[in-house]
């Protein structure tokens, strides 16, 4: 009987030294899977990267306001650097005037006793504000007489009644580049024209276009 104990105390022994032997094995170390398990959960967290992502920090500066979008406006008032600057005034806007039916805007290229040749004119932005398109058309006067009248602008009169023979007189002057008699002024030779029903000019009028 005491064979059999001696080999069964030998087999507990055996069996508790292998079990010792497997728990201290270096492919099941604990540190070394503890300290992937940290980087991981570092990575994942953003620890890498302590100062953050850039777009984070830009938007940070512009909610405290460290930046100010757009120009900053000058100071109305140099003496006075807390005043806010005034807007700027519009530009005014270049328009054509109203027409009246049936009259419409000309420039006479030349001048006579019985007819004028004029050129349809547009309304344009820069002076004398009126430019000649077109072919130049002949055009005679009525027979039952012409009202024509000339601007007075030196004196910022309304537009005075003339006989036809002075309206002729005043643009032939204007075309050779003549100083007119007082108290008219050469302005572009553009004319609001009225027509009768045989097209022959019936009211001729200087137009009366803004001082440049």
């Known amino acids: 009987m005491a064979v059999p104990r001696i080999l069964l105390?030998?087999?507990?022994?055996?069996?508790?030294?292998?079990?010792?032997l497997t728990g201290c094995t270096p492919a099941d170390s604990r540190p070394t899977v503890a300290a992937a398990s940290?980087?991981?959960?570092?990575?994942?967290?953003?620890?890498?990267d302590p100062l953050g992502d850039d777009d984070d920090m830009v938007d940070d500066l512009a909610d405290d306001g460290a930046?100010?979008?757009?120009?900053?406006?000058?100071?109305a008032d140099p003496a006075n650097p807390a005043a806010p600057a005034a807007p700027a005034e519009p530009a005014p806007e270049c328009t054509a005037p109203a027409t009246v039916p049936g009259h419409q805007v000309m420039i006479v290229v030349a001048a006579g006793p019985a007819e004028l040749t004029a050129?349809?004119?547009?309304h344009t932005c820069a002076p004398p504000r009126y430019e000649a398109t077109g072919t130049p058309v002949h055009y005679g006067f009525a027979a039952a007489g012409v009202t024509a009248t000339l601007v007075d602008r030196p004196?910022?009169?309304a537009a005075k009644p003339?006989?036809?023979?002075?309206l002729v007189t005043h643009l032939n002057d204007c075309l050779a580049e003549r100083d007119p008699a007082d108290p008219y002024g050469c302005y572009g030779n553009a004319y609001d024209v009225l027509l009768d029903s045989h097209g022959r000019i019936?009211?001729?009028a200087e137009v009366e276009v803004p001082t440049p």
């Open 155 to 157: 004196h910022e009169e």
């Open 67 to 75: 930046y100010a979008a757009g120009p900053v406006a000058a100071p």
């Open 38 to 48: 940290s980087a991981a959960a570092l990575a994942d967290d953003g620890a890498d």
């Open 9 to 20: 105390a030998a087999a507990v022994l055996t069996a508790t030294a292998l079990a010792g």
């Open 202 to 204: 019936m009211r001729i």
């Open 119 to 122: 050129q349809p004119a547009r």
């Open 162 to 166: 003339v006989q036809l023979d002075e």
